[in-house]
């Protein structure tokens, strides 16, 4: 047990396979601290899954057919992400507030011998290099680590929905792993991330989001770095600040500002950054997290308004690589969805998914106005 910010408690088991649980429990929690055993039988794990290099692009592909495995949809009382009944052995086993586990078929992971050798150390500088070479055939074990994060026990329901003080918890949860995750060796960059929507193709209803941990810089981190490299390091700032003078803001709160972005490529998009630099979820201050807990809550609760039901959306926390320009990377939230009307969605077609050239369908303006109007509507509703 250990006792972590604003009340909160970790509590660290493993799955009967070996993989780590971890228990998050509420300031205000009402469940005993004893937890049940994982009353599944000890099974294999997947090999480690392999990563190849496109030359093209330099860019590394994980190959992780393990993942073809996976339950899509199952009904709630199947719900892998429930806690465990005798009926339903569950990846929890016991009841929870908010709980994170190693995916039981990972994209990076979970052997991460393959680059500590025998010494036990790892050489960031060098793998990096070593990385950014460009080859034909090259692969590398797709080292890592990716966990799931369920935000509540309950099958229904979403991030939006939380209570607030499971919503902190769910904040302390992000930043104990990001510390977590950056520590260990051949790990470049951590991005917790949400899917929601079957328009987004997630495979389970249970409210959860996940968390990489990559073993390189994430390609579109890298063009941030170039654009960095060529504007300096006052980028974050600068955004900030034009944006804050813009009629795109959404809200403006004491530590952060939501808008949505002078170039929005997505009908809905919706940016946050801190008011202050830091590089990811484990430098922000305490009240800090407070308010995001309760902004956050109030974003989602917007972007499900602009319609008559919910939105599907990617929730992207983009964090300063591990090792590298975390002076100059700020903490980012960037909200999107395809949804460009009640009945219809934006798909990437020819210019988008072959080019990477993005055609906006709503000015950003006006999807800013939108979401100012939502926000309103979702907080008289409270």
């Known amino acids: 047990m250990k006792q972590l910010s604003h009340g909160i408690v970790k509590r660290v088991h493993h799955l009967s396979d070996g993989r780590e649980l971890i228990y998050f429990d509420d300031a205000d929690t009402t469940l ?5 055993p994982d009353a599944r039988p000890p099974a294999e794990r997947p090999a480690v899954a392999s990563m190849r290099q496109d030359p093209l692009t330099g860019e590394w592909v994980s190959i992780a057919s393990a993942r073809q495995n996976r339950v899509v949809l199952p009904p709630k009382h199947l719900d892998p992400l429930a806690p465990s009944t005798p009926d339903n052995l569950t990846e929890v086993p016991s009841n929870y507030d908010v709980a994170v586990f190693e995916n039981k ?8 011998a393959a680059v500590t050798g025998a010494s036990g150390r790892y ?3 060098a793998a990096l290099a ?4 460009i080859g034909l055939g090259r692969t590398r074990p797709s080292v890592g680590r990716c966990e799931v994060v369920c935000f509540s026990p309950d099958t229904d329901g979403s991030f ?3 209570s607030e003080s499971r919503a902190r918890t769910v904040v302390e949860a992000w930043a104990d792993r990001t510390a977590a995750l950056s520590a260990m060796p051949g790990v470049e960059q951590v991005f917790p991330f949400e899917n929601r929507g079957e328009a987004i193709g997630v495979t389970l209803h249970h409210p959860h989001g996940q968390i990489y941990a990559y073993p390189y810089i994430t390609p579109r981190t890298q063009k941030l770095i170039a654009s960095i490299e060529s504007y300096g390091p006052t980028l974050f700032a600068d955004i900030l600040a034009f944006e804050q003078e813009s009629d795109r803001v959404v809200y403006r709160g004491e530590h952060f500002t939501a808008f949505v972005p002078f170039a929005a490529r997505w009908p809905l998009e919706l940016h946050l950054l801190p008011h202050r630099h830091v590089p990811d979820f484990a430098g922000l201050t305490e009240e800090e997290r407070d308010e995001l807990a309760v902004l956050y809550r109030r974003l989602l609760r917007a972007v499900d308004a602009v319609y008559d039901t ?5 929730s992207a926390w983009h964090q300063a690589p591990v ?6 990377i700020r903490l980012m939230l960037q909200i999107t969805s395809p949804r460009r009307a009640a009945d219809k969605l934006k798909f990437l077609a020819g210019s988008e998914a072959a080019m990477g050239a993005f055609i906006g369908d709503v000015l950003p303006e006006t999807s800013a ?4 109007e939502a926000l309103e509507r979702s907080d008289q509703n409270l």
Do not use: K, V
């Open 32 to 36: 005993a601290p004893e937890r049940a």
């Open 105 to 112: 078929s990972p994209s990076f992971g979970p052997d991460l």
């Open 123 to 125: 050489d960031d500088s």
């Open 130 to 133: 070593e990385l950014g070479r």
């Open 160 to 162: 939006a929905t939380l």
């Open 310 to 314: 919910p939105t599907p959306y990617i």
């Open 323 to 328: 090792h590298a320009h975390r002076d100059d």
């Open 369 to 372: 106005a939108l979401l100012r």
